[in-house]
């Protein structure tokens, strides 16, 4: 029993940590835009299909990834034609998740569609999670340069050769990828934090794009790890714990900067 | 070639041929139907008041907005284009390093360029947002000559910056088409530029004011018609 717990647990913080680390990794980029915000919105549109995979029993990444997938195609195209800021786009995608959700799950089985559930994952849940995580961060880590210069200099980006709608579609792609990880540990409506709060704790403490990459990528796997570990000790879920966690660190980077400036 | 441009062979010595460009952005006609051409060598120099298309121009001949007529580079030329701003720029910890390899050019060609225009090596350490709008004007004028063009696209180079680093960019843009040979094309609203870099100058408020070499074609009258109202100019001369 103890050491089915034991193995449980590895899992969990071997999830954990390489969710974590994609996400904030990623959300180093997105900050950039000004679009963090925008794995929000995505966390709730995965919401009917985490429904789903509850009700029918089937894995809720899994079932998560269509929505997400659905939702970032509507959002791209209606982009493309209607030159709307995707902020506004994504917003006016993902109420429409929200209440369809509703429409068929019960309420009190909301729980793990809300704030996810780590604590439960498997062998094989474990191995695709590592796996998909370490392919993120090998593609961010290809596509850095010009998915950095497309998001500060569109137009320099564009002089240079750079096909931005290209890197906007794969974007998008490895931010519905990112969310339907995401949603497995901390839930539809914590995922925006997920990628987020790291990369906004690295800018506070960061001087270069390296360091600032870097430092995210650590914050959002020892706050992984510190969620998970807490909630082996405390009465709370694990997902929760987490954001808390990189809330705190961000707190910390906030008041160090002001201290240094 | 730049995405939505024509790729043509406009002649030997001729940079840029530009066709009846009409640009129009939701449902209102910025640019109405011009034509100019640019040789090889030439210094242009678009002025116009505000909202007369100028920024609009630069960003059409690259292609970056969508037009019809035709826009005709030789297909032996390479662009470089130094913008107005960059809003989002001061958004990230970013090093002035970090930008210039954004670039992906060698460490090697980078340090040749900043050594040829007077680039303090310090300031490549310097966070991108802490610069002084001089400094960054200078930034964005190294990482457009890093891909060494023949061609440099200039929009209003002084904005926001104050009268001594004017004079800096100023110096610095003379300096560059000298050693490089550039042909250059700029876009202000302040006239003084015009007769120290001009070879030509093109008038611009939506539609074709003037074009021609500056001590010709900038008359009283064309200002006029170019600003609306009597305005005050002064003419620098050489000899």
Same mark, same amino acid.
């Given at each position: /029993?103890?050491?089915?717990?034991?193995?449980?647990?590895?899992?969990?913080?071997?999830?954990?940590?390489?969710?974590?680390?994609?996400?904030?990794?990623?959300? &180093?980029?997105?900050?950039?835009?000004?679009?963090?915000?925008?794995?929000?919105?995505?966390?709730?549109?995965?919401?009917? #299909?985490?429904?789903?995979?509850?009700?029918?029993?089937?894995?809720?990444?899994?079932?998560?990834?269509?929505?997400?997938?659905?939702?970032?195609?509507?959002?791209?195209?209606?982009?493309?034609?209607?030159?709307?800021? +995707?902020?506004?786009?994504?917003?006016?995608?993902?109420?429409?998740?929200?209440?369809?959700?509703? +429409?068929?799950?019960?309420?009190?089985?909301?729980?793990?569609?809300?704030?996810?559930?780590?604590?439960?994952?498997?062998?094989?849940?474990?191995?695709?999670?590592?796996?998909?995580?370490? &392919?993120?961060?090998?593609?961010?880590?290809?596509?850095?340069?010009?998915?950095?210069?497309?998001?500060?200099?569109?137009?320099?980006?564009?002089?240079?050769?750079?096909?931005?709608?290209?890197?906007?579609?794969?974007?998008?792609?490895?931010?519905?990828?990112?969310?339907?990880?995401?949603?497995?540990?901390?839930? #539809?409506?914590?995922?925006?934090?997920?990628?987020?709060?790291?990369?906004?704790?690295?800018?506070? &403490?960061?001087?270069?794009?390296?360091?600032?990459?870097?430092?995210?990528?650590?914050?959002?796997?020892?706050?992984?790890?510190?969620?998970?570990?807490?909630?082996?000790?405390?009465?709370?879920?694990?997902?929760?714990?987490?954001?808390?966690?990189?809330?705190?660190?961000?707190?910390?980077?906030?008041?160090?900067?002001?201290?240094?400036? | +070639?730049?995405? #939505?441009?024509?790729?043509?062979?406009?002649?030997?010595?001729?940079?840029?041929?530009?066709?009846?460009?009409?640009?129009?952005?939701?449902?209102?006609?910025?640019?109405?139907?011009?034509?100019?051409?640019?040789?090889?060598?030439?210094?242009?120099?678009?002025?116009?008041?505000?909202?007369?298309?100028?920024?609009?121009?630069?960003?059409?001949?690259?292609?970056?907005?969508?037009?019809?007529?035709?826009?005709?580079?030789?297909?032996?030329?390479?662009?470089?284009?130094?913008?107005?701003?960059?809003?989002?720029?001061?958004? *990230?910890?970013?090093?002035?390093?970090?930008?210039?390899?954004?670039?992906?050019?060698?460490?090697?060609?980078?340090d040749e360029v900043i050594g040829s225009m007077d680039f303090p090596r310090a /300031?490549?350490?310097?966070?991108?947002? &802490?610069?002084?709008?001089?400094?960054?004007?200078?930034?964005?004028?190294?990482?457009? *000559?890093?891909?060494?063009?023949?061609?440099?696209?200039?929009?209003?180079?002084?904005?926001?910056?104050?009268?001594?680093?004017?004079?800096?960019?100023?110096?610095?843009?003379?300096?560059?088409?000298?050693?490089?040979?550039?042909?250059?094309?700029?876009?202000?609203?302040?006239?003084?530029?015009?007769?120290?870099?001009?070879?030509?100058?093109?008038?611009?408020?939506?539609?074709?004011?003037?074009?021609?070499?500056?001590?010709?074609?900038?008359?009283p009258e064309s200002l006029r018609e170019l600003y609306g109202a009597e305005i005050?100019?002064?003419?620098?001369?050489?000899?």
């Open positions: /029993m103890t050491d089915l717990m034991n193995w449980q647990l590895f899992f969990s913080l071997l999830t954990g940590i390489s969710i974590g680390c994609a996400s904030a990794y990623l959300g &180093a980029v997105m900050l950039t835009r000004r679009m963090a915000l925008v794995a929000g919105p995505l966390g709730h549109l995965t919401l009917p #299909g985490v429904a789903l995979g509850i009700l029918y029993g089937f894995n809720v990444s899994l079932a998560a990834f269509p929505f997400v997938i659905l939702g970032i195609v509507v959002i791209w195209w209606l982009e493309a034609k209607s030159r709307l800021p +995707m902020e506004a786009l994504t917003a006016i995608v993902f109420a429409s998740g929200v209440a369809m959700t509703f +429409m068929f799950l019960p309420v009190q089985q909301a729980e793990v569609a809300l704030i996810g559930d780590i604590s439960h994952v498997s062998l094989r849940e474990t191995i695709a999670s590592v796996a998909l995580s370490v &392919a993120l961060l090998l593609i961010i880590r290809h596509i850095f340069r010009p998915l950095v210069l497309a998001t500060v200099a569109e137009d320099l980006a564009r002089v240079e050769g750079i096909n931005v709608r290209k890197y906007n579609l794969i974007y998008l792609v490895l931010i519905a990828v990112i969310v339907a990880l995401g949603v497995k540990m901390v839930g #539809g409506l914590l995922t925006a934090a997920l990628v987020a709060i790291p990369a906004a704790a690295a800018r506070n &403490a960061s001087h270069g794009l390296g360091q600032y990459a870097g430092t995210a990528l650590g914050i959002g796997g020892a706050s992984s790890v510190l969620g998970i570990i807490i909630s082996k000790v405390f009465p709370f879920p694990a997902g929760p714990l987490i954001i808390l966690v990189s809330t705190i660190i961000f707190l910390v980077t906030l008041f160090w900067r002001k201290w240094n400036a | +070639m730049q995405p #939505g441009t024509k790729e043509a062979q406009p002649g030997q010595n001729c940079v840029l041929k530009v066709q009846n460009l009409t640009v129009v952005l939701a449902n209102r006609t910025i640019i109405d139907n011009l034509s100019f051409t640019v040789a090889k060598g030439e210094s242009l120099t678009v002025v116009g008041p505000n909202g007369a298309g100028k920024t609009v121009l630069l960003k059409s001949l690259l292609g970056l907005l969508p037009h019809t007529g035709t826009v005709e580079w030789n297909r032996h030329i390479k662009v470089g284009y130094v913008p107005q701003r960059l809003p989002f720029i001061r958004e *990230i910890p970013m090093t002035v390093r970090d930008f210039f390899n954004l670039k992906g050019h060698s460490a090697d060609t980078r /300031m490549l350490d310097s966070q991108v947002g &802490a610069l002084s709008s001089g400094q960054f004007q200078k930034v964005l004028i190294a990482w457009s *000559i890093l891909g060494k063009p023949n061609v440099l696209l200039f929009d209003e180079p002084t904005t926001g910056v104050d009268i001594a680093g004017e004079e800096t960019v100023y110096a610095l843009l003379e300096k560059l088409q000298r050693e490089r040979g550039l042909t250059m094309l700029l876009v202000t609203h302040d006239l003084s530029i015009v007769y120290r870099f001009s070879t030509s100058v093109l008038c611009l408020n939506r539609h074709l004011v003037c074009f021609g070499p500056p001590n010709e074609v900038l008359t005050k100019y002064y003419r620098h001369t050489h000899d």
